[in-house]
């Protein structure tokens, strides 16, 4: 069982920053991706980004590429999402997961086997 938890959302304006972090515990393992994804009010959840916990490997929605960094922090098991140069399109519930998906479907819900509860994100215009 692995345990996700989620902290940093909250209100923004436009153009401003927030920093998200996923830490998380129990049976982690070496070879796991950790995700990040959002649900904007009425859509489907969607991708934004990844990291695995070993290397360098970074992915990212094309909408999120140079405004978003994901980076981590193995000897806190923490995960972290800067998100810089915010719009009113970032507006979602953000939430991390964790799974050992190949990167051909790092994209895809269902490659991951552990959420944590998510956080709002709402970005003011």
């Known amino acids: 069982q692995v345990q996700l938890v989620e902290s940093g959302g909250g209100l923004v304006q436009a153009g401003g920053s927030l920093r998200l972090s996923c830490a998380a515990s129990g049976r982690t393992s070496s070879r796991a991706v950790m995700g990040w994804f959002r649900q904007p009010p009425g859509k489907e959840r969607q991708f934004v980004a990844a990291?695995?916990?070993?290397?360098?490997?970074?992915y990212y929605v094309a909408s999120v590429k140079g405004r978003f960094t994901v980076s981590r922090d193995n000897a806190k098991n923490t995960v972290y999402l800067q998100m810089d140069s915010l719009k009113p399109e970032d507006t979602a519930v953000y939430y991390c997961?964790?799974?050992?998906?190949?990167?051909?479907?790092?994209?895809?819900?269902?490659?991951?086997?552990?959420w944590g509860q998510g956080t709002q994100v709402t970005v003011s215009s």
């Open positions: 990291i695995r916990w070993s290397g360098y490997d970074t």
């Open positions: 997961a964790t799974g050992i998906p190949p990167t051909s479907t790092i994209a895809t819900m269902r490659s991951y086997d552990y």
